[in-house]
């Protein structure tokens, strides 16, 4: 996994981190790659397979829409962590065999950094045998 994070005017942070894909339990797919206090979390929300192309970028909240991605960032600038969820951008899904590629980019309001912009690839993540909860936490 391989991420850009830009806060204006002039901090940028970059990281490539090990990424994971496992199943979700009601269907869609959890990848997210993380190190040293950066990392990146993809939803994939589908109620049945996980299909190749664009897909709708979601809120975390959105409790009515079936199929889409929501996807969080952590990053950190010197020794403070910040950390947001994407409010506007894209998901783009491409399938080959047992692996996910994964595109995630857009822009989200982090409190204390302001406006922010990711650029996130998950290059051909195989997809685990394992299932993992993707319920969301309050």
Do not use: H
């Not at 850009?4 to 005017?9: D, E, I, S, W």
């Not at 009601?26 to 397979?49: F, M």
């Not at 299909?51 to 020794?79: E, H, N």
């Not at 910040?82 to 994964?102: C, E, F, M, N, P």
């Amino acid at each position: 996994m391989r991420a850009l994070v830009t806060r204006p005017p002039k901090d940028t942070v970059r990281f490539t981190a090990p990424a994971r894909a496992n199943r979700c339990p009601a269907g869609g797919v959890l990848l997210r790659g993380a190190t040293g206090g950066n990392g990146v979390v993809v939803w994939l929300r589908a109620p049945d397979s996980v299909a190749a192309g664009p897909w709708p970028l979601l809120q975390r909240g959105d409790t009515v829409s079936p199929r889409g991605g929501t996807v969080g960032v952590r990053f950190m600038l010197g020794d403070v962590a910040y950390g947001a969820t994407l409010d506007s951008g894209t998901v783009v899904v491409a399938r080959a065999g047992g692996a996910l590629t994964v595109g995630a980019s857009g822009t989200a309001l982090e409190g204390a950094a302001g406006r922010i912009s990711l650029a996130a690839t998950f290059d051909t993540v195989p997809l685990g045998a394992d299932t993992v909860s993707c319920t969301p936490r309050p």
